[in-house]
């Protein structure tokens, strides 16, 4: 047994050195025993270096910063274009002359975005050197922050309006102006003059100054007034702008129907051409109340007429003085084009229009036909007053 083991072993060692020389037998002990394994190979002086080492380090730092950078980009741009927490639609103002940061807070304290500095930077960077407009903003609910940057860029701010219908004196339409309550400002101390008021509904932003209006106002006037002057009626016996812009202000105020108006200023060309007074009745409440107008529940009376003020046309003749209100397009565009008519009268027809008569016999007619309409009304409204306040007061219910 041990000549068979002992011949292995040597065999082993053979085989184990027969490529490095000559065989050298070796016991079993010796084969199973671990050779000397060598030595790593000791690093260059270079690879030790300092200088290395140091860059290595550096780009470690360069990939981590990356690998942080991109991570950031990308929970920003992530922040910056999901829904936002708005719950309901809301208004949001951008002050005049607001930076971004001012802006981004004011959002972030609305609850209109979750991250005042992602909308700041991000923003910023989409903006490239432009700005975010000054306004009043409707934000719909969970807007994102995208699109409340693109909202407030774009400078679609909410629009509101102050309506100053035709017939309105200068007067009154400062006080409507005066009583708006998104307006700002004060108005010019010194009225425009009477008819220099373009009547119109006029949109603005809030925080628009109400002088800002008054001077659209006159601006758009002058250039409406200009136009029709230029278009008008070579014959007509007025001789300047603001004698046309006389006579449109009283047919403004004689009638509200527009298919009414250039018949209504036949009937005032044709007394100025006859040399007849205009009795009209719109002058003698501007000669007693001026700009204020006349009280709603305050009739005409009969002792009016008779009253001497520089606009009472039936006593004056000709036009008044200035105009006694300010005139909308259709009723300059009357004046300067009328219909050409022989009719020198009119009268209300009791419908909201009026009746037109050549002579005064045919107009004292119809005089008497409103009159028996008015007196109808009358009667009727007393006896509808007087029923109201006999009747029987509804029962009350039992709870």
């Given at each position: 047994?041990?000549?068979?083991?002992d011949?292995g072993?040597?065999?082993?060692?053979?085989?184990?050195?027969?490529?490095?020389?000559?065989?050298?037998?070796?016991?079993a002990?010796?084969?199973l025993?671990?050779e000397?394994?060598?030595?790593?190979?000791?690093?260059?002086?270079?690879?030790?270096s300092?200088?290395v080492?140091?860059?290595?380090?550096?780009?470690?730092?360069?990939?981590?910063?990356a690998?942080?950078?991109?991570g950031?980009?990308?929970?920003a741009?992530?922040?910056?274009?999901?829904?936002?927490?708005?719950?309901?639609?809301q208004?949001?103002?951008?002050?005049?002359?607001?930076?971004?940061?001012?802006?981004?807070?004011?959002?972030e304290?609305?609850?209109?975005i979750?991250?005042?500095?992602?909308?700041?930077f991000?923003?910023?960077a989409?903006?490239?050197?432009?700005?975010?407009?000054?306004?009043?903003?409707?934000?719909?609910?969970?807007?994102?922050?995208?699109?409340v940057?693109?909202?407030?860029k774009?400078?679609?701010?909410?629009?509101?309006?102050?309506?100053?219908?035709?017939?309105?004196?200068?007067?009154?339409?400062?006080?409507?102006l005066?009583?708006?309550?998104?307006?700002?400002g004060?108005?010019p101390?010194?009225?425009?003059?009477?008819?220099t008021?373009?009547?119109?509904?006029?949109?603005?932003?809030?925080?628009?100054?109400?002088?800002?209006?008054v001077?659209?106002?006159?601006?758009?006037?002058?250039?409406?007034?200009?136009?029709i002057?230029?278009?008008?009626?070579?014959n007509?016996?007025v001789?300047?702008?603001?004698?046309?812009?006389?006579?449109?202000?009283?047919?403004?105020k004689?009638t509200?129907?527009?298919?009414?108006?250039?018949?209504v200023?036949?009937?005032?060309?044709n007394?100025?051409?006859?040399?007849?007074?205009?009795?009209s009745?719109p002058?003698i409440?501007?000669?007693i109340?001026?700009?204020?107008?006349?009280?709603a529940d305050?009739?005409?009376?009969?002792?009016?007429?008779?009253?001497q003020?520089?606009?009472?046309?039936?006593i004056?003749?000709?036009?008044?003085?200035?105009?006694?209100?300010?005139?909308?397009r259709?009723?300059?565009e009357?004046?300067?084009?009328?219909s050409?008519?022989?009719?020198?009268?009119f009268v209300?027809?009791?419908?909201g229009?009026?009746?037109?008569?050549?002579?005064?016999d045919?107009h004292?007619?119809?005089v008497?036909r409103w009159?028996?309409?008015?007196a109808?009304?009358?009667?009727?409204?007393?006896?509808?007053?007087?029923?109201?306040?006999?009747?029987?007061?509804?029962?009350?219910q039992?709870?």
């Amino acid at each position: 047994m041990s000549d068979s083991n002992d011949n292995g072993a040597a065999q082993f060692g053979r085989s184990e050195n027969a490529s490095n020389g000559p065989i050298i037998p070796k016991s079993a002990n010796e084969a199973l025993r671990p050779e000397k394994v060598p030595q790593p190979p000791k690093r260059s002086r270079k690879a030790r270096s300092q200088v290395v080492i140091f860059l290595n380090f550096v780009m470690t730092v360069i990939v981590f910063a990356a690998l942080a950078a991109a991570g950031t980009v990308y929970y920003a741009m992530h922040q910056y274009e999901k829904p936002g927490p708005l719950q309901a639609n809301q208004n949001f103002i951008v002050r005049g002359g607001a930076g971004m940061s001012e802006i981004a807070s004011g959002l972030e304290r609305g609850n209109i975005i979750t991250d005042a500095r992602v909308f700041r930077f991000v923003s910023e960077a989409y903006l490239d050197n432009e700005t975010l407009k000054a306004g009043e903003y409707e934000i719909k609910a969970g807007s994102s922050m995208q699109e409340v940057m693109q909202l407030l860029k774009s400078g679609k701010s909410i629009l509101y309006s102050v309506s100053l219908p035709e017939g309105l004196t200068v007067k009154q339409m400062f006080h409507r102006l005066a009583d708006d309550p998104v307006l700002v400002g004060d108005l010019p101390t010194e009225l425009p003059p009477e008819g220099t008021l373009m009547p119109d509904t006029y949109k603005f932003t809030r925080g628009t100054k109400r002088g800002e209006i008054v001077q659209q106002m006159a601006a758009a006037q002058k250039v409406l007034v200009g136009q029709i002057w230029e278009k008008r009626d070579p014959n007509l016996p007025v001789s300047t702008v603001e004698e046309l812009v006389t006579l449109a202000s009283i047919v403004e105020k004689e009638t509200g129907r527009a298919d009414e108006r250039p018949r209504v200023a036949s009937v005032f060309i044709n007394r100025l051409d006859k040399g007849m007074r205009l009795q009209s009745d719109p002058t003698i409440i501007y000669g007693i109340f001026g700009g204020d107008g006349k009280p709603a529940d305050r009739p005409i009376l009969k002792s009016d007429i008779d009253k001497q003020t520089p606009y009472n046309t039936y006593i004056i003749k000709g036009l008044p003085p200035t105009p006694i209100a300010n005139p909308g397009r259709a009723a300059l565009e009357a004046v300067a084009n009328p219909s050409r008519t022989p009719e020198l009268y009119f009268v209300a027809d009791g419908t909201g229009g009026h009746v037109f008569a050549e002579t005064l016999d045919e107009h004292n007619a119809n005089v008497r036909r409103w009159r028996k309409v008015e007196a109808e009304r009358a009667a009727e409204a007393a006896k509808a007053a007087a029923d109201a306040g006999t009747a029987e007061p509804a029962a009350t219910q039992p709870q």
